[in-house]
């Protein structure tokens, strides 16, 4: 009790309704290659309707910017929790594998309307000294609720296809009530000052490099880890035990990253991450033991799940609340980019070159990120000495 009552006013609907909904993406997640490839999609057509689905929420998510400033972050969080809900509901009851690219393109604009005027309503109702620790508990509360779910789907699915489904829209409509009922958008004056769009993103490009650089290491590492085991001999409970260490790392890791940014500064947190997600990245090169992949991955899941809530925390420092929606939906822009650009990039990679260079593009992504935040460090302070 004593916890929620230091939050700040606002966030414990929001924190709720975060759980729910990643409560409920995770109980369908595992399952919609098999209800596609039962309603006969091959391997092929199944990853192209993933990749419809990033597509869809990262060219709609640039929409959302103004609108979020406009009519705050209730309206749109409540649409796209309905949005999303609608289209899970419809997954369990498609005939064939068509109505899967629709049913993706009008779920990736729900998931659009929901991470960044989530991040946004954040940013906004967190007070500056408590910001960072703020989105480490939303990404520790995110994680928890995706942890949840795939054990208890996949369980009922073996009973009849479309509970999980049913069970997964319902959580998103429990959070609609949950933000109709005890949310309320803060009011925000509008002012009439807008700074040029190359200024804005210049304010903002070390949280929106930080994101890039977060997907295309965290997607990619999602996508092809598996193989990476495979082609090392490595079969069966081994693969799903490095995941699990990856998924634990990104629990554990937001909250406690985000206190440590708000005591020390938040670009030096990024900075010293940025290093560490180099380092870990770079030694996967340097062993094929087991152990200590399992370990390495785990290290990716801590440091990665720390840079994400950072990177958003930031954006509250360096944009005035009116510009809130806009900066936050350019960051999920840029997270989208990533999680497109990681893989493709990645697998040409691989293709070319083979599997042994996989982790190759990771730490080059991770070593323009601490690059381009040196140059940014160094400039700041020669800006202070003149």
């Not at 490595?234 to 708000?262: E, N, Q, V």
């Not at 062993?287 to 390495?296: C, K, M, Q, R, S």
Request: charged fraction near 10%; aromatic fraction near 14%.
């Amino acid at each position: 009790m004593k916890f929620i009552d230091k939050l700040d006013k606002g966030l414990l609907p929001i924190l709720l309704t975060v759980l729910l909904l990643a409560f409920g993406m995770s109980f369908v997640a595992p399952l919609i290659p098999l209800v596609i490839r039962d309603a006969g999609g091959s391997p092929a057509t199944i990853g192209q309707i993933a990749s419809i689905y990033f597509l869809s929420f990262t060219l709609f998510t640039p929409f959302l910017g103004r609108l979020v400033d406009r009519v705050g972050s209730k309206k749109i969080i409540i649409t796209g929790l309905s949005v999303y809900a609608l289209a899970v509901f419809l997954m369990a009851f498609s005939p064939s594998p068509f109505y899967f690219y629709l049913i993706r393109i009008f779920q990736g604009v729900g998931t659009a309307c929901l991470f960044s005027p989530t991040e946004s309503a954040i940013n906004v109702l967190s007070s500056p000294d408590k910001r960072a620790s703020n989105m480490g508990l939303y990404g520790l509360v995110f994680a928890i609720g995706f942890a949840l779910g795939p054990g208890l789907g996949t369980y009922l699915f073996s009973f009849h296809r479309a509970i999980p489904f049913i069970f997964g829209a319902a959580s998103s409509l429990v959070g609609v009530v949950v933000m109709v009922m005890y949310y309320e958008d803060v009011p925000i004056p509008i002012k009439s000052s807008r700074a040029r769009l190359h200024e804005f993103l210049g304010v903002i490009r070390i949280p929106l490099i930080g994101g890039l650089c977060y997907a295309v290491v965290e997607v990619s590492i999602g996508s092809f880890l598996s193989l990476y085991l495979d082609y090392l001999g490595f079969k069966g409970a081994a693969l799903g035990l490095a995941f699990t260490f990856f998924a634990i790392g990104g629990i554990i890791s937001p909250y406690p990253a985000g206190k440590m940014a708000d005591k020390i500064g938040k670009k030096p947190s990024l900075y010293l991450l940025g290093i560490l997600l180099s380092v870990i990245t770079f030694c996967y090169n340097l062993t094929p033991n087991y152990i200590a992949i399992v370990a390495l991955t785990f290290g990716i899941g801590i440091v990665a799940g720390g840079v994400y809530p950072i990177a958003l925390s930031m954006i509250g420092d360096l944009v005035p609340p009116d510009r809130m929606g806009t900066a936050n939906s350019t960051f999920s822009f840029l997270y989208g980019v990533g999680s497109i650009l990681g893989p493709v990039v990645t697998g040409w990679v691989i293709r070319i070159l083979g599997m042994q260079y996989l982790f190759y593009p990771m730490t080059i992504a991770a070593v323009i990120f601490v690059l381009i935040t040196l140059m940014d460090r160094k400039r700041e302070k020669a800006l202070l000495r003149s």
